[in-house]
């Protein structure tokens, strides 16, 4: 459904809760979610507390808070994936390492900072990132996706060799993968020791 008002505020049950709706708020979540650390559960009950500010929300209207946190951060759209997030291939941006490319294609596409606004409503730069043309950002992601589909020609494999620090996705692991890769190393070391 389009939605064509900005919500400030959103309602559970019979009563209006305010919410934090800048767009800083909506990144600083989306970064959350690429936290391995976390459970899905606990991104979610994160993310809701944050959206609902000091609320407290409990009971009968949990299920509920949860489900409009989601519609809140997917813009209105309770059904909406992110190819960021897409578990059928794997990211081809990430919130984290790639905020600087968002931010100026995001800033390109609606004519001026955004970080220069005091308040910027996160479905107005989701909008805006949504509708990112020609840019360093959409550059990476096109070369990350060609990549991923082994489809790089020449250009594009000397591309990536001049700019492999932002093109290649950064490796995330869990606490414990990454204490599995570290023992595994050692053990490579001491072996050629």
Known sequence: MLTLTLPKSIKLGEKEYSIRSD?????????????????????????????????????????????????????GDLNQTSSAGSRSQRRLYSWNQDLRFIISAVDKTVGFSVRGKAFFHWWDFLSAFSEVGESSFSTIVSQRLLKQKGKQTESDIEWWADNADIAELR??????????????????KEGNG
Do not use: H, P
């Not at 979540?29 to 606990?42: C, G, I, K, N």
């Not at 490796?171 to 490579?188: C, M, P, T």
């Open 23 to 75: 767009y800083r708020v909506g990144i600083r979540l989306m970064q959350m979610f690429e936290d391995l650390e976390l459970t899905d559960s606990e991104k979610l009950f994160i993310a809701m507390r944050v959206i609902f500010k000091d609320a407290v929300i409990s009971g009968i209207y949990l299920q509920e808070a949860l489900e409009k946190t989601v519609w809140f951060l997917n813009g």
């Open 171 to 188: 490796v995330q692991r869990s606490r414990e993968e990454q204490d599995a890769v570290d023992r595994f190393n050692k053990l490579l």
